[in-house]
T-cell receptor, first 115, second 111 residues
């Protein structure tokens, strides 16, 4: 099992550009989510999905869009990049959502810089 | 809103020492608490998961405890090694499928 994979590892964008961060998992997990990590702050939830076709907003969803057409993939779209979106982005998955036994597994992250 | 605090922010210990990392949270209505390790520039590696009904979990030299009523968890590392140097994060799984993270404790084990 590759676990949770993310591409690209690094990305530099100019303000106003759009891009998609890719996330895939091969563990047949129902629940997938996106977090951002900023210096001095804990990871914060952007969007999550409890299954194919179902998505919902997390704590900091503004400026991001998601869709979940398959169980395996959960891409994160930046619609019009802003310098405030400079961050490290992590994708995570777990067997289901909201259960005590759910262990969450994280991808290696994407480092995004917006100039 | 759930707030998760980890103290200290940084810790340096000599090799071989036993140590304790602390995590506190404000809302006891949690599904579970998870401890992660993060190496510089890398992703998060899950170390231990404690379900809300459990008091502790052990894996090798690591032991994590949970006192839900007081909103506290500790991660005990026995016989520390230089390879244990990393940032340790705790996170609680609350309602709305949200993991709430602390800002971490950066551990340095000195050979």
């Amino acid at each position: 099992n590759a676990g949770v994979t993310q591409t690209p590892k690094f990305q530099v964008l100019k303000t106003g550009q759009s891009m998609t961060l890719q996330c895939a998992q091969d563990m047949n997990h129902e629940y997938m989510s996106w977090y951002r990590q900023d210096p001095g702050m804990g990871l914060r939830l952007i969007h999550y999905s409890v299954g194919a076709g179902i998505t919902d907003q997390g704590e900091v969803p503004n400026g991001y869009n998601v869709s979940r057409s398959t169980t395996e993939d959960f891409p994160l779209r930046l619609l019009s990049a802003a310098p405030s979106q400079t961050s490290v982005y992590f994708c995570a998955s777990s067997r289901t959502g909201g259960r005590a036994y759910n262990e969450q597994f994280f991808g290696p992250g994407t480092r995004l810089t917006v100039l | 809103k759930q707030e998760v605090t980890q103290i200290p922010a940084a810790l340096s210990v000599p090799e071989g020492e036993n140590l304790v990392l602390n995590c506190s949270f404000t809302d006891s209505a949690i599904y579970n608490l998870q401890w992660f390790r993060q190496d510089p520039g890398k992703g998060l590696t899950s170390l231990l998961l404690i379900q809300s009904s459990q008091r502790e979990q052990t894996s090798g030299r690591l032991n994590a405890s949970l006192d839900k009523s007081s909103g506290r968890s500790t991660l005990y590392i026995a016989a520390s090694q230089p390879g244990d140097s990393a940032t340790y994060l705790c996170a609680v799984l609350g309602g709305a499928n949200n993991l709430f993270f602390g800002t971490g404790t950066r551990l340095t084990v000195i050979p």
